[in-house]
């Protein structure tokens, strides 16, 4: 009895609280309909004085009905890439109670083609939205132009 008084610290726990709170009437979010619209979104989201200067890594978080929960930027870097974390991306999806994502990120050179890190990202995302019930719908590689999506070109 002694010994279990002094390691008492194992009763001493940090509470986790979940919460999500909309500013944006579910009559009024937006839907993805198409790669455009998800593209045009995207645009929004973007400083437009910083989308050639540094790579920023964001997630659309989407309900059942592909509205639109909320946007996450996930990562902020370089010029030639950013560091992304799978349990900040699907930290923000689960707390959004999210049931698909998709990811954006974009290009600084101005070019629309993935590169192994972008393939390799997806790959990875896809498969541990899987195993959370929680699909990646797409991921837009996007310019103040124009977008790459891996849907449309069937890389995903």
Not at 24 to 36: L, W
Not at 59 to 65: A, D, F, H, R
Not at 130 to 150: G, V
Request: aromatic residues 8%.
């Amino acid at each position: 009895m002694e010994n279990h008084a002094k390691n008492s610290n194992w009763l001493i726990v940090s509470e986790i609280e979940l919460s999500y709170k909309s500013r944006v009437k579910a009559s009024e979010r937006p839907q993805i309909t198409s790669s455009k619209s998800a593209y045009e979104i995207a645009l929004q989201l973007w400083n437009p004085n910083t989308i050639e200067l540094f790579e920023e890594f964001k997630i659309l978080l989407l309900n059942n009905s592909n509205k639109v929960l909320g946007a996450y930027e996930v990562s902020s870097g370089g010029i030639t890439g950013t560091v992304v974390d799978l349990r900040l991306i699907f930290a923000a999806a689960l707390k959004a109670n999210a049931t698909a994502i998709i990811m954006i990120h974009n290009h600084p050179s101005g070019k629309l083609i993935a590169s192994d890190a972008d393939n390799q990202i997806t790959a990875k995302v896809k498969a541990a939205g899987k195993l959370l019930d929680i699909q990646l719908l797409d991921h837009l590689i996007i310019t103040r132009e124009n977008y790459y999506s891996f849907t449309d070109e069937g890389a995903l």
